[in-house]
Every structure is written in C-alpha cells, then in structure tokens.
C-alpha cells in the first residue's frame, strides 16, 4: 500500500528566504510523485510531476523538488520565498496513475511567509 | 475554458436530508474522482470512475452514492446527511486509459455543512 508523509502542517519562512517542504514516501513499486498546490479558497493545481526520468523536477513559480530514492523522499524547494506563495501545499504518490489507480495526498503543508 | 465544474458552490442541509454535487469536465478526460477535505486530513478519495460506466469505492465512501452519467459528468449524492460529511467537496478529472501522467484536474470545491 501507498503512503505519503508530510513533515510540518505549518511552515512559516520570511520573504526571500528559502523554501523546503517535506514529503516521504511509501510505495511497492516505483511511485509517480505530485506536488499540488492550494490557493485560498481555491481548488487544487499542479506544482510539478515526477514520472520516470530526471530526478530534479522543475515546476512553475521557481519551485522545484528531487526525487531521492534512497530515502523515498521528493522534498519541495524554492530559493526565494515571495508573499504570492502563501498556500497549501499537498505532496501525492500514485502507483499507476494512467490506470486511474488511486493517487494518495499527504495531508497538506501550510506556507506561510512573513514580510 | 471552463475545465472542471462544481455545483453548487455552498449548502447547507439538515441531519437527514439529501442532496446531489454535480460535477462536469469538458477536458475529454475518461476518469473522475470525488475527494473531500477536512482541515488536518488532506484529501481523502470518496469514490472515482475509472471510465464511463464504471465507479469505483475509495477511501472514504460510507454515506455516499455516485453516478457516472456519460463521459463529461460524475455526480456525488448525500442519501442521508450527518454532522460528520461536513466538509468541502472537490470534484477532479484526470486522462486516465492508459494516457497522461495522472496530473489531476480539479474544480474550485463545494463547500457542505450539515447541521
């Protein structure tokens, strides 16, 4: 069974610090990996994707996040913390996910940045 | 470019009562899926369609009925509401079929209180 762990339910940086989001993993076989992330009053929308391939995936708004086998870890980060990424952030694993299997989220990261 | 269409946005039901979340893609997607999210809990998967005709139980489905209409709408029905589904709905869609990378589309959310 698929498992996924985020590390922190509320993160608080300063403006132009950096960003690191925890997320561990559990998966039997090799995981496709999501980042989402949660706008006030908003649905969900995607930040990145790990498919196969390149390890270090780059997603919009300069986040980025590595996919460590070893320690079935995909951790997001951002150099520079902006006002503008104040959200929810939800890490998600998926076994198969173009058989429509069930894709699990983590439950969810709050970002909060102070001036 | 609508993309993923809830209705309604806001309700609020008596212990008891029933009602139905509508959900419409027009992304041409074969699977869709209802989640819910409770603050601390991330997003929990209530049920999903896999394709057209057919449905599929997920996490969290007691209380909850579904029904995959054609291939643009999936509907998630209350028989009868409890205190505890209060929550905020999320209604998603995704290529499925063997296509796409599983990134998941989603809908603004339909916020459900239960008195």
């Known amino acids: 069974a698929q498992s996924v762990t985020q590390l922190g339910s509320h993160v608080s940086v300063s403006e132009g610090a950096l960003v690191l989001l925890r997320c561990n993993y559990s998966?039997?076989?090799?995981?496709?990996l999501f980042w989402y992330v949660q706008y006030p009053n908003q649905g969900l929308q995607l930040l990145l994707k790990?498919?196969?391939?390149?390890?270090l995936v780059k997603g919009i708004n300069g986040f980025e996040a590595e996919f460590k086998k070893s320690e079935t870890s995909f951790h997001l980060t951002k150099p520079s913390a902006h006002m503008s990424d104040a959200a929810e952030y939800f890490c998600?694993?998926?076994?198969?996910?173009?058989?429509?299997?069930?894709?699990?989220f983590g439950s969810g990261t709050r970002l909060s940045i102070r001036p | 470019n609508a993309g993923v269409t809830q209705t309604p946005k806001f309700q609020v039901l008596k212990t008891g009562q029933s009602m139905t979340l509508q959900c419409a893609q027009d992304?041409?997607?074969?699977?869709m899926y209802w989640y819910r999210q409770d603050p601390g809990m991330g997003l929990r998967l209530i049920y999903y369609?896999?394709?057209?005709?057919?449905?599929d139980k997920g996490e969290v489905p007691n209380g909850y009925n579904v029904s995959r209409l054609n291939k643009r709408e999936f509907s998630l029905r209350l028989e009868s509401a409890a205190p505890s589904q209060t929550s905020v709905y999320f209604c998603?869609?995704?290529?499925?079929?063997?296509?796409?990378?599983?990134?998941?589309?989603f809908g603004e959310g339909s916020r459900l209180t239960v008195l």
């Open positions: 998603a869609s995704s290529e499925g079929q063997g296509r796409g990378t599983g990134e998941l589309f």
């Open positions: 998966s039997s076989v090799p995981p496709y």
């Open positions: 790990y498919t196969t391939g390149a390890t």
């Open positions: 998600a694993v998926s076994d198969n996910p173009s058989s429509a299997s069930k894709i699990i």
């Open positions: 992304m041409n997607h074969n699977s």
């Open positions: 369609s896999a394709s057209e005709g057919t449905t």
